[in-house]
C-alpha cells in the first residue's frame, strides 16, 4: 500500500489533525505540501516531522483567498511536476441554534468549511485530471446525518461539504479520481478533552484518522469513491 512518491496537498496542515496526517501521508513515502496561514506554524510542523526538505513544501496561504490557492497550483507543477492527492482538513466550529446564530455566524462556518473546499477543488482539480489519476479527501461531523441541537450552522455546512465531496467523486468517476469523506465526532486531542470533560464516547485520535486517509489514498481503495466514511471512535 505504498504511496511512494505520490504528492499531497494538506490544506489546514497546523491544525488538530494536520500533523499526524503529514507523518502518515510521509512515512507512506508521499511527498507533501503543507499549506496554513501561518508560516511559522508551518516552519515549526516542518521541523518536528524532521523531513527532508526536498520532499516538503511549505506555502503560507489563506484558504478563502482563491487566488492565493490557485498560485499554490502553479507552484506544486513547478515544484513537483504532479499532484495526486487533496486533502481538506480546513475546518472552524462555532455553535448556535436557530434563534441565536447570527448572519455573520453562518456566513463563517460556510466559508471555513466549505467555500475553502471549493476554492482548493477549483484550483487543484485540474492537476489531478492532468495526472489522470487522483483522490480528494474531506472531513465532516459524525452526527450530520442525526444532528443534535445547538451546532445549526456548523452541521449545515459540513452537510453541504458532503454533498459537494459526494458530487466531485461522481463528477470525476471517468477520470481515476475519487472523493470521500471521513466522519469524525471527536478528535482525541488535549485542547478537544478540554472542551468536553465529560464526553466519554467518540473519540478518535489523529493518526487513526490519518490511517484510514492514508488507506484511501492507495490503489487498494480505487473502487471507493463517493462515501461517507465514519471514524466515528467508541469508548
Request: with cysteine; proline share 4%; hydrophobic share 45%.
Amino acid at each position: 500500500m505504498a504511496l511512494t512518491n505520490r504528492v499531497a496537498v494538506i490544506m489546514g496542515a497546523t491544525g488538530q489533525l494536520g500533523p499526524a496526517v503529514a507523518k502518515a501521508f510521509a512515512d507512506a513515502g508521499v511527498r507533501l505540501v503543507l499549506v496554513a496561514p501561518d508560516q511559522a506554524a508551518l516552519d515549526a510542523l516542518f521541523q518536528t516531522l524532521g523531513y527532508r526538505e526536498s520532499r516538503v513544501m511549505l506555502y503560507a496561504a489563506d484558504s478563502l483567498d482563491e487566488q492565493a490557492l490557485h498560485a499554490l497550483a502553479q507552484a506544486v507543477q513547478e515544484r513537483f511536476g504532479r499532484l495526486d492527492i487533496v486533502a481538506h482538513l480546513t475546518t472552524a466550529y462555532r455553535g448556535g441554534g436557530l434563534l441565536d446564530t447570527t448572519d455573520e455566524m453562518w456566513q463563517d462556518m460556510f466559508e471555513e468549511n466549505l467555500q475553502t473546499a471549493l476554492y482548493a477543488a477549483r484550483a487543484l482539480t485540474p492537476l489531478l485530471i492532468k495526472n489522470e489519476w487522483g483522490r480528494i479527501l474531506t472531513i465532516s461531523s459524525g452526527v450530520t446525518q442525526n444532528p443534535p441541537p445547538g451546532s445549526l450552522a456548523y452541521l449545515t455546512a459540513k452537510s453541504a461539504l458532503e454533498t459537494f465531496t459526494l458530487a466531485l467523486a461522481n463528477e470525476f468517476k471517468s477520470k481515476h479520481i475519487t472523493a470521500n469523506v471521513v466522519l469524525l465526532r471527536a478528535l482525541d486531542t488535549p485542547a478537544e478533552r478540554a472542551k468536553q470533560p465529560n464526553k466519554t464516547t467518540g473519540w478518535v485520535k489523529p493518526e487513526e484518522v490519518a490511517a484510514t486517509l492514508v488507506f484511501l489514498c492507495s490503489d487498494e481503495a480505487g473502487a471507493i469513491t463517493g462515501a461517507r466514511i465514519p471514524v466515528v471512535g467508541g469508548a
